[in-house]
């Protein structure tokens, strides 16, 4: 089924702010890209912010999917379930040749200070990545894999904070080193025993 | 002594980029702020990006500065140099209301893809600061204060890319949570014996 007018722009412009950032991409260039006339853009968004704002959405539901099939794998363990999620994306990046990183991340950096709206849907999104990774850390620490004196929620946040930070690295190094050695120190000091 | 015109340019439009992100920043606007006669700005920069890579150089010679300082204080030990450093930055970002953060973080994820010269030069400041760190860790591996097993380098990589990364979340809570949460799990789980 072919994708609706407004579905193909969110599309188009989610691939295009991925990889340019929120405020260098313009509308047009997006309808453009889309093959979408002139002119139809505020027929489904109100404003380029209202725009943006509906992009979060589609990351957000993105990541959703992804975490759905991976973290939720009750045949794996719950610590193998992050490691494998964490190696799935090392597999994309490089398939992407290091381009784009977190779409979240890069929105959070670009415009948690410049909108407050994209701040509140922003959090709202690194507050479900910090949800995804603190059920399988409890999961973890029930079945007394590790710590019992690990705080699961700062856990949580450090873990995806490092994430992005790496991410940062891996956009000027080109290779998945940096982001190797973050699940390296997640694992070989955070989570263990 | 007032800044000569060239300077002028450079502070201005490093204070504008550090909040607003490099493309999104306009040659008139900085002009504008700086009090410069539109049509100079060529007299002293081949294209926008010899002026962003000047403005990488500044950056990157105050985050220097600022390290000489705290970093090569020998009358503290180098663990709690580190320390010291990290709760600097987060009282100049208290002072700022979260907003900024780290200016060469915000580059590497803006830039770092869309701009291979920015991209050296991003990757050459931040190895300046992995090169920091890595002289005080050395400096406390030897004095037996952390683990001898800690890849020294892979270690100062980590703090700082977790650095990044915190810093994105605090744009988004406007308070110093998470990279308080970092400073903790840094010095509770990695550099300890």
């Known amino acids: 089924m072919p994708l609706n007018t ?10 295009i702010i991925h990889l340019k950032g929120f405020n260098h ?23 380029k912010e209202d725009f943006g704002l509906q992009i979060i959405d589609y990351f957000s539901a993105h990541f ?10 009750t ?7 992050i490691y494998g999620f964490l190696t799935a994306f090392m597999d994309h990046f490089e398939s992407q040749n290091y381009a784009g990183g977190c779409p979240i991340g890069n929105l959070a950096q670009e415009m948690g200070n ?17 949800d995804a990774y603190s059920r399988l850390l409890s999961a973890a620490q029930k079945d007394g894999k590790i710590s019992k004196n690990l ?6 946040s450090f873990i995806v904070a490092g994430w992005h930070g790496a991410i940062i690295q891996m ?17 070989d000091h955070i989570l263990k025993k």
């Open 171 to 187: 956009k000027l190094t080109n290779n998945l080193k940096p982001i190797k050695n973050h699940r390296k120190f997640i694992f």
């Open 25 to 47: 991409t313009g509308i047009q260039e997006i309808l453009t890209a889309a093959g979408v006339p002139k002119g139809s853009f505020y027929n489904y968004f109100k404003s």
């Open 75 to 81: 045949s794996i363990s719950p610590l193998n379930r």
């Open 114 to 130: 410049l909108s407050p709206a994209f701040r509140t849907k922003l959090k709202e999104s690194i507050d479900m990545m910090v």
């Open 6 to 15: 407004r579905d193909r722009i969110i599309e188009t412009g989610a691939e």
């Open 151 to 156: 705080d699961i929620r700062d856990t949580a």
């Open 64 to 73: 959703k999917r992804i975490a759905k099939e991976t973290l939720e794998d």
